[in-house]
């Protein structure tokens, strides 16, 4: 099974930016998605971004406009950028390959890394 490693997690501003990787240790494709999920203290695991095989993307309103999903191929791994990052973006972030039905409905296909921690303060 791929093993996914995130990192690019760290303490930043509010305002600040940072970008998160997801590297795999296998093709991370294969006609599945690749999301990034974030969890905040004292709160369920929600998925903010998701990319396609295809490229297509998709954000929770949370952080649309805020922050990009991409993706190099070549190297098997997914970025997240995130700007104007606010105090509400703290949390763990994973990424996942999953089946995209929808932000709210998905199946996760992969394990769960360590994940990142990113906080975010005032």
């Known amino acids: 099974q791929v093993q996914l490693v995130e990192s690019g997690g760290g303490l930043v501003q509010a305002g600040g930016s940072l970008r998160l990787s997801c590297a795999a240790s296998?093709?991370?494709?294969?006609?599945?998605?690749m999301g990034w999920f974030r969890q905040a203290p004292g709160k369920q695991r929600e998925l903010v971004a998701r990319?396609?095989?295809?490229?297509?993307?998709n954000y929770a309103d949370s952080v649309k406009g805020r922050f990009t999903i991409s993706r190099d191929g070549a190297k098997n791994t997914v970025y997240l950028q995130m700007t104007s990052l606010k105090p509400e973006d703290t949390g763990v972030y994973y990424c996942?390959?999953?089946?995209?039905?929808?932000?709210?409905?998905?199946?996760?296909?992969?394990?769960w890394g360590q994940g990142t921690q990113v906080t975010v303060s005032l």
């Open positions: 996942n390959t999953l089946t995209y039905y929808s932000l709210r409905y998905y199946d996760i296909r992969g394990s």
């Open positions: 296998g093709s991370i494709f294969n006609g599945y998605s």
């Open positions: 990319i396609s095989s295809g490229a297509t993307t």
